[in-house]
């Protein structure tokens, strides 16, 4: 299997300051369609994840432009570009380019 | 907007076949070329992808658990179901049906298996 190494596992963050995830897999994520399966996931205490980026950089509709997503191959980050009360909670990420499925193992954002 | 929801009982017995099912609405399962998938997260844990069927009846499983999975398509009442059989208490999770890869969630349903 991929494995999807996240850091830092806890984040916290100060409102208005930026934050940044980092996401490395085992095995380059390039599919041989070109495209790079790489996903982002929110997930609020207490609710399902929900996308907030594919395709490394692609952000979901709805999702607020403050975050961004990059990376190619094996390494990828993800940007809060000024942290919110409501962005609290655990992100993932998620390669979809290999079978099985695979998640990183959650970082946990909270305000400091 | 696809939405998706979880149904099924929320106690299973050790040993038992652990069974959900995942009913569509806002669309149908048959259109696009999307594929329905089965993940789960242990309470405080991570997510574990199960499995996924495209609508032909193509699916694909996790090794880790493909001895004991089984994912099914009924596109007259636009549902997609999963069977786990032989359950342990490592099996009790929250299961989430999702469309594609996490375009859309249901709210989850916890299972938990005891006796």
């Known amino acids: 299997d991929v494995v999807m190494t996240q850091s830092p596992l806890s984040l916290p963050v100060t409102l208005g300051q930026p934050a940044s995830i980092s996401c490395r897999s085992s095995q380059s994520l390039v599919y041989s369609d070109g495209n790079t399966y790489l996903n982002w996931f929110q997930q609020r205490p207490g609710q399902s994840p929900r996308r907030l980026i594919y395709k490394v950089s692609n952000r979901d509709s709805g999702v607020p432009d403050r975050f961004s997503g990059s990376g190619s191959g094996t390494d990828f980050t993800l940007k809060i570009s000024r942290v919110e009360a409501e962005d609290v909670g655990v992100y993932y990420c998620?390669?979809?380019?290999?079978?099985?499925?695979?998640f990183g193992q959650g970082t946990r954002l909270e305000i400091k | 907007q696809v939405q998706l929801q979880e149904s099924g009982p929320g106690l299973v017995k050790p040993s038992q076949t652990l069974s959900l099912t995942c009913t569509v609405s806002?669309?149908?399962?048959?259109?696009?070329?999307?594929?329905w998938s089965w993940i789960r997260q242990p309470a405080g844990k991570g997510l574990e992808w199960i499995g996924r069927i495209y609508t032909s009846g193509s699916t694909n499983y996790n090794p880790s658990l493909k001895s004991r999975v089984t994912i099914s398509v009924d596109t007259s009442k636009n549902q997609f179901s999963l069977k786990l059989s032989s359950v342990t208490a490592a099996d009790t999770a929250v299961y989430y049906c999702?469309?594609?890869?996490?375009?859309?969630w249901g709210q989850g349903t916890l299972v938990t298996v005891s006796s």
């Open positions: 998620m390669q979809g380019t290999h079978w099985p499925i695979t």
């Open positions: 999702a469309r594609g890869l996490g375009r859309d």
């Open positions: 806002g669309g149908s399962i048959s259109s696009g070329s999307y594929y």
